[in-house]
């Protein structure tokens, strides 16, 4: 482990600004916004560069001054995280006119997904803080991280996933000892289940981004790609988006990592991609709105993203707008073809949230908002065999 500790510095309110001192149980703020994580940048500055992350060991703990825990030799929950490979995808990129079309495959990641990387460090700073249990809503892959790293760090999970889930989620988390709900209906009435839990019980709520540092695991995305494309950033950056935490996430690191000195030379366009059966986000983004509207009976194949009102969605329009990004939607059918395509001629599964991205890649090709010789990145969210469509 890096010998080196956190910068954090207080945590902020995504809307109204309030300062707020971090090394005490937080939830959201007064106001009802998400807070998010501040960091003391120049003191991270000091030790946090270039030349010093080449000698430190490969993995997402790397980036410890800009990672929430205080003690890390103490309080450090591990399940192995490794840096996720970004794998080139020539035949798919030539069928659809994209030359450079590469992939960052977050599947590989301990529990299957990228919400390992939420789980990590959201579980580790939970212990830091004395956190016995946590309750969240989940449509699989965060309910299975958060009750394996729970399991690990001694920490009660009280998980409630919508009955349609796909049961392989449900195995992954009764398996790590966590006491499962089933809800009919989707995510959203999952939270309303967990909020009365939170009530009756005061116990934390792990529910995306009503605590302050799952977006610091999942951000580690964004150093890591930083590193991996040698601070060149590709032009366009497509991320399947349901909660859109991973998003805003990449976001937040590279402007962190800007800040302190990293030669990024720019942000890429960020793309929102949704299911046409669940696209708020793209709604709100068509009519140039701030946020968006709740998302009426939605129902998609690519379960990870089904979620009819974020939280954060201000957060994710903010990056999207911010990058002279956009948002899109891919029908179902759409996303099974591409997942089945990039299989058969590329050797690698998708889930079908990252298959959305492939569609999506290609569905903005052709409109020509990517354009010739652009490069483009697409992230897979999970492990494919967990899924099935």
Known sequence: MTPVSS????????????VLAADVIRQL???????????????AA????VAELARRPWSLWRYAELLPIRDLLRYTVSLGEIITPIVPLAVIGGEIGVDDLRCKDDGLLPTGSFKARGAAVGVSRALELGVKAFAMPTNGNAGGAWSMYGRR?????????????????RYEMEAAGAKVTLVDGVIADAGKVVAQMVRETGMYDASTLKEPYRIEGKKTMGFELAEQYDWQMPDVLLYPTGGGVGLIGIYKGLLELRTIGFPIDRLPRMVA????G???????????????????DSKTAAFGINVPKALGDFLVLDAVYATDGCAIAVDDNA???ARRRVAAVEGMLLCPEGAATIAAAAALRESGWIRAGERVLTINTGNGIKSVL
């Open 7 to 18: 910068a954090l510095a207080h945590l902020e309110c995504s809307k109204c600004g309030s």
């Open 29 to 43: 703020c007064a106001c009802g916004a998400p807070l998010l994580a501040r960091y003391d940048l120049q003191k």
């Open 46 to 49: 000091a030790s946090l560069t």
């Open 153 to 169: 760090a001694g920490i009660d999970a009280h998980v409630v996933v919508p009955r349609d889930a796909p049961a392989i989620h």
């Open 273 to 276: 991609v949704q299911a046409a």
């Open 278 to 296: 669940c696209a708020p986000i793209v709604r709100a983004f068509d009519a140039g709105l701030r946020e968006s509207q709740f998302w009426q």
């Open 335 to 337: 996303i099974a073809d």
